[in-house]
């Protein structure tokens, strides 16, 4: 099978920004590991059973469901515990299990900065396929320049689905995905520009990376809780004038 290979990251903090609720929260995290490319066409070919037309582009039109069976099959294959359970279409994420999974959107925009402050982590066009590229499609991985922690295409090319809920008082079940596409313009294509989708959303432009490490804290992790989320699914922060949540 193809070789996946992840990055060491070390523990450190970040600074998230929610644009919408006007919040922004300081997360501490606990080192683990990330992969150096996303998923691609190859490595979601040999362990679903298809066929990869191009091995090197990332794999899209990957739902944010079918992403985290592809971590279960993962972690399955190389002996790992499965970091997901479902029920249905509830997932379950056992944060002390050691196999593959999302990232939360803590750890990726973390692993993405790789200590850079601004919203690149280099020239934007050294670093990232973008709309000024021109291109119609995902660009195989590892064409451009890495950030310091030996990271590819965090930066364009195709949004990175991470484990987190986007805003469960206004978009109920979405999820979130990261770090802009190639059909994007530069001021989409940036470390702290949040972006999602129903679980079940396929888009050309959206792929994902894995990431491994298990932690202590039942139903915390990473700067994820399922206590948050339930408190942020009530909606009982401000709302933006003429806002309207979808329940």
Do not use: K
């Not at 609720?21 to 300081?26: D, E, G, V």
């Not at 001021?187 to 432009?205: E, I, K, N």
């Amino acid at each position: 099978m193809t070789e996946i290979e992840l990055a060491p990251i070390g523990a450190g903090s970040i600074l998230l920004h929610d644009a919408r609720r006007q919040a922004r929260r300081t997360v501490e995290l606990e080192p683990f590991e990330i992969g150096v490319f996303p998923v691609t066409e190859e490595l979601l070919g040999e362990l679903l059973g298809e066929t990869a037309r191009f091995p090197r582009r990332p794999a899209v039109e990957v739902s944010w469901l079918r992403a985290i069976r592809f971590c279960n099959a993962a972690s399955e294959w190389e002996g790992y515990d499965p970091a997901y359970t479902f029920d249905g279409e509830e997932v379950t994420w056992h944060v002390d299990a050691d196999g593959y999974r999302l990232p939360t959107e803590a750890e990726w925009e973390f692993a993405c900065r790789a200590g850079s402050t601004g919203a690149h982590y280099g020239p934007l066009p050294e670093v990232a396929w973008t709309a000024a590229d021109g291109v119609r499609t995902a660009q195989d991985v590892g064409g451009r320049m890495p950030n310091l922690n030996g990271l590819f295409d965090t930066l364009g090319n195709v949004w990175e689905w991470c484990w987190d809920l986007l805003d469960p008082a206004r978009y109920d079940d979405y999820r979130v995905f990261r770090g802009g596409g190639f059909a994007d313009d530069a001021w989409s294509v940036r470390a702290g520009t949040r972006r999602g989708g129903s679980p079940r959303l396929r888009q050309d432009d959206v792929g994902f990376r894995l990431a491994r490490g298990g932690f202590d804290g039942p139903g915390a992790a990473q700067g994820w809780s399922s206590a948050a989320d339930r408190e942020r699914a009530a909606g009982e922060d401000p709302r933006p004038l003429g806002w309207t949540p979808r329940r």
